[in-house]
């Protein structure tokens, strides 16, 4: 893939204003087992975390790996879906202005979700991955 491929004019104006990918979640039976695999990619210093989690830098974003409970403690309010892992279960998506991607998705008949970050669209509407809107601080 080449910039020019990947960053098409359309592609980079969105309704939403969204403008960077915070993180992917994905649930794992073991997070620290990837710990090794992902500190040869990323560094040492990269990763972090504890038995239900594993956090790994990737600079300008965040693969975030927890177990179905530690997904639930992010996510208490939100009935998760039941897949066998490992799977995506949720992305973080950096907005601009947080209340005006409430409104959009308001205008768009999306229903979504108050989150301890910002606001998630529900599994159930988006192929059964969360989708979070945060606002983006950088």
Avoid at 12 to 26: Q, Y
Avoid at 91 to 118: E, H
């Amino acid at each position: 893939l080449t910039p020019d491929l990947v960053r098409r004019g359309p592609w980079l104006v969105h309704a939403i204003r969204a403008v960077s990918l915070k993180a992917v979640i994905a649930v794992v039976d073991r997070p620290g087992d990837l710990a090794p695999s992902y500190a040869r990619l990323f560094g040492a210093g990269a990763i972090s975390g504890d038995g239900d989690s594993l956090r790994v830098d990737c600079g300008e974003g965040e693969l975030l790996f927890v177990t179905h409970e530690g997904l639930q403690r992010l996510y208490p309010e939100i009935d998760l879906p039941g897949h066998g892992t490992p799977w995506i279960a949720a992305m973080r998506i950096g907005v601009l202005i947080l209340a005006d991607a409430a409104d959009y998705l308001d205008y768009k008949g999306v229903t979504f979700t108050t989150t301890a970050l910002g606001m998630a669209v529900l599994p159930d509407q988006t192929n059964g991955t969360i989708v979070e809107f945060v606002a983006d601080a950088d």
